[in-house]
T-cell receptor
Framework: SQKIEQNSEALNIQEGKTATLTCNYT??????LQWYRQDPGRGPVFLLL?????KEKRKERLKVTFDTTLKQSLFHITASQPADSATYLC???????????FGAGTRLFVKA | DGGITQSPKYLFRKEGQNVTLSCEQN?????MYWYRQDPGQGLRLIYY???????QKGDIAEGYSVSREKKESFPLTVTSAQKNPTAFYLC?????????????FGQGTRLTVV
């Protein structure tokens, strides 16, 4: 069955460092991959989308890579700030499809 | 402001009772979704709808029902047949078409069985 794996353990880093979160998937050939941010008790908010034919995407302090051979995406937050503390979800989907598969998310804590 | 609104934020259900969660969007999106989120698990799809008067079961539809009588509204009923309904429920909408646009989520409804 299709499966998305994100680190279940929380990631703790110091302010100013780069946070790197991992998303691995199996039994799936997605056309695109998305990253969302979710704060406690709130709905996820879209951050970035990267397509299968793209290797890297950047938006301000965020960078996403997508390796369809390794079936892995890396999500980087540079110059991290305490306000970046949240849970980050990885999601996969297919072109024209209506179903998006979400990972369980990785909790990030940035200490001042 | 455009957005997607869920209500109520908190809901308590007694054993054997049906409850309905509201979801309204003014984004003019065609597709709407209901997800369930449990601690340590990814969002699991309950039901989705691509157009008015049409909807499909997701991965965990048993014990739930939906309707899509209007484009902007997609209510979810948690029936007494759902044996473990305590969870965080999220509604989302998305524009249909090439481009793989992102999903917009509501703020969620936390349902607790008492």
């Amino acid at each position: 069955s299709q499966k998305i794996e994100q680190n279940s353990e929380a990631l703790n880093i110091q302010e100013g460092k780069t946070a790197t979160l991992t998303c691995n998937y199996t039994n799936y050939s997605p056309a695109y991959l998305q990253w969302y941010r979710q704060d406690p008790g709130r709905g996820p908010v879209f951050l970035l989308l990267i397509r299968e034919n793209e290797k890297e995407k950047r938006k301000e302090r965020l960078k996403v890579t997508f390796d369809t051979t390794l079936k892995q995406s890396l999500f980087h937050i540079t110059a991290s700030q305490p306000a970046d503390s949240a849970t980050y979800l990885c999601a996969l989907g297919n072109t024209g499809g209506f179903k998006t598969i979400f990972g369980a998310g990785t909790r990030l804590f940035v200490k001042a | 402001d455009g957005g997607i609104t869920q209500s109520p934020k908190y809901l308590f259900r007694k054993e054997g009772q049906n409850v309905t969660l509201s979801c309204e969007q003014n984004l003019n999106h065609d597709a709407m979704y209901w997800y369930r989120q449990d601690p340590g698990q990814g969002l699991r799809l309950i039901y989705y709808s691509q157009i008015v008067n049409d909807f499909q079961k997701g991965d965990i539809a048993e014990g739930y029902s939906v309707s899509r009588e209007k484009k902007e509204s997609f209510p979810l009923t948690v029936t007494s047949a759902q044996k473990n309904p305590t969870a965080f429920y999220l509604c989302a909408s998305r524009q249909v078409g090439y481009g793989n646009t992102e999903a917009f989520f509501g703020q969620g409804t936390r349902l607790t069985v008492v």
